[in-house]
């Protein structure tokens, strides 16, 4: 096959994309780069558009200037404001409008069509909703009312998290969204789930002979997914405040990491199918049965003053945007169990938080010991064997396995195979966000959530947020810049594990202190 045949597989098809929210944060972090390294690599050929939408007035100048600073500050692609970067630019329009206004969507379809037109793009829709879920249901509707879902193309609505606050509020989004686009038109954005090491764990899983087979509750012990920030809340604070860590990341992105983990092998590589077994692996959350179950087994904490690295960090209560006496939670940790026939008594210990000491994505697959009446387990304290998946800052794979030491009389000791993805030269992996525009704008939904999951994920988590409200002695304290409240390591101490050390964290910190 030649180099432009793939080209043209990957080539997205014409079509306009509209991103509501367009002088939003997401739009220039996130939103704008990715289009524009789509572009440079030759995935978005010339028949597309790009129509920003959010109220204050722009200029097509002014919106262009905006796009160019936020490539240039946040693309992984470096650019000038030369003719190459122009040609591109021309593709951008802005529409000054609010979400409640019909009339002007109508308005915002003689732009398209115009648009359409000059770049001979068939009436395919992209519809990116980077704004807050309040306004969605609105903007489906207007969407309708305003003309714009009569084109020839097809339609898709691509909307961000959260999906609602609770099963019962995601569940009247879902029907007002699903009023207007079906199932199948409705891409729910989980960032995590384009990362380039999250969509590897089906590749590590399923085809490699030596995990595959080890791959159940015979062989592995537990498995241990971070997801740690050095960040506080930032902006964000009104948001955050309001959400807490579990519904920010434990509902969608942990429950979305452990179903990649923890899923059967799919029948065949196709969207429904592998999702489908996603979302057997939520129904199978061994739910919390009451407030008691909660408290044994899920640990949360907030922030208070400390300091990482020399600099003094404030409290999560003295936050711009934050009740100084919230209660809402910065870190959760839970132990869940899959029970089905794989993963029967296998204890998956996931965590999250803010102000934690470093920034890290990782899961660690702790595999069982080699029997102890050998005579290698009777002689020496063998080290247990991890597999470690790094998705985040750094992106690669790590083994931990026992061999002898070099020169000695078969002493054994932990030897480690390190392969770092993200250190090798000329690797440079697509942002989450960029591989996920690219696979919505191509109909491929496999790194999407469908609404069974989002609605089963949604059941998992309400136990707990309905444990913690009827709770009055609110989240465990935390120093910023510490690894969260000491309980989460006692609830590994309790089953006799402890947290592996992730990338970056120093070997004699605080875990390893609590676990001694
Ligand atoms: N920022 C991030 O990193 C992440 C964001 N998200 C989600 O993405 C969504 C957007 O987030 P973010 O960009 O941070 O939010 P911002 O508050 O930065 O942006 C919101 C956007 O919505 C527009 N807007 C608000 N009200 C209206 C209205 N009535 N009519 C038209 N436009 C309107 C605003 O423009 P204007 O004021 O000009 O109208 C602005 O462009 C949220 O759902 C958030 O939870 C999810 C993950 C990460
Ligand atoms: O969705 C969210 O994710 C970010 C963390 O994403 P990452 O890709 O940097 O790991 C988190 O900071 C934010 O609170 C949350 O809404």
């Not at 989980?190 to 590590?204: A, R, T």
């Amino acid at each position: 096959m030649t180099e432009n045949h793939d080209l043209e597989l990957l080539q997205t098809p014409g079509a306009v994309f509209f991103i509501f929210g367009a002088t939003g944060d997401l739009a220039k972090r996130k939103l704008f780069p990715a289009i524009y390294s789509l572009y440079r690599e030759g995935k978005l050929a010339e028949d597309f558009a790009v129509i920003g939408v959010a109220r204050r007035p722009r200029t097509q100048e002014e919106f262009r200037e905006d796009v160019f600073h936020s490539i240039q500050e946040f693309c992984r692609y470096k650019t000038e404001n030369d003719d190459r970067f122009r040609a591109f630019a021309e593709h951008f329009e802005y529409k000054s409008l609010d979400i409640n206004n019909v009339d002007g969507f109508r308005e915002l379809n003689d732009q398209t069509v115009a648009l359409e037109e000059r770049y001979h793009i068939p009436g395919n829709r992209l519809f990116y909703l980077a704004l807050a879920p309040e306004l969605f249901g609105s903007v489906s509707s207007n969407l309708q009312k305003g003309g714009m879902l009569n084109s020839a193309g097809w339609k898709r609505l691509v909307i961000e998290k959260p999906f609602g606050y609770d099963l019962k509020s995601a569940e009247e989004l879902n029907e007002q969204i699903r009023q207007v686009f079906k199932e199948e038109e409705i891409y729910r954005i989980d960032h995590y789930l384009g990362k380039e090491m999250v969509q590897n764990i089906e590749v590590i899983r399923f085809a490699n002979a030596f995990f595959e087979p080890l791959w159940n509750n015979k062989h592995i012990a537990n498995v241990q997914i971070t997801l740690s920030e050095t960040v506080g809340v930032e902006e964000r604070g009104g948001y955050y405040d309001h959400a807490g860590a579990l519904r920010d990341m434990g509902q969608n992105h942990m429950l979305q990491m452990l179903t990649m983990i923890a899923m059967e092998p799919p029948s065949r590589l196709l969207p429904e199918d592998i999702r489908d077994e996603k979302v057997k692996v939520l129904r199978s959350l061994r739910p919390y049965a009451n407030a008691e179950e909660v408290k044994k087994n899920v640990v949360r904490g907030q922030y208070v003053q400390g300091s990482s690295r020399g600099k003094d960090l404030p409290a999560y209560r003295d936050e711009e945007k934050v009740d100084p006496e919230s209660n809402t939670e910065t870190y959760y940790m839970a132990r869940v169990f899959v029970d089905n026939f794989r993963w029967a008594g296998v204890p998956f210990y996931i965590r999250t938080g803010k102000r934690l000491p470093v920034k890290t994505t990782e899961v660690v697959v702790e595999f069982k010991g080699m029997p102890n009446n050998v005579y290698l387990g009777k002689k020496y304290k063998l080290e247990p064997n991890l597999l470690v998946i790094r998705v985040n800052p750094m992106e690669g794979i790590y083994v931990k396995i026992n061999a002898k030491r070099p020169g000695s009389e078969s002493e054994i000791e932990p030897l480690a195979m390190d392969f770092c993805q993200s250190c090798m030269v000329g690797i440079n992996s697509p942002e989450a966000y960029e591989r996920l525009l690219h696979d919505a704008a191509r109909g491929d939904s496999t790194y999407f959530t469908r609404w069974d999951e989002v609605a089963t994920a949604w059941s998992f988590v309400d136990r707990i947020a309905e444990a913690w409200k009827q709770d009055p002695e609110g989240p465990l304290q935390y120093p910023a810049g510490s690894w969260g409240p000491k309980e989460a390591d006692q609830l590994l101490a309790e089953d006799g594990f402890h947290w592996w050390p992730v990338n970056g964290q120093e070997e004699d910190d605080v875990v390893w202190e609590v676990n001694k």
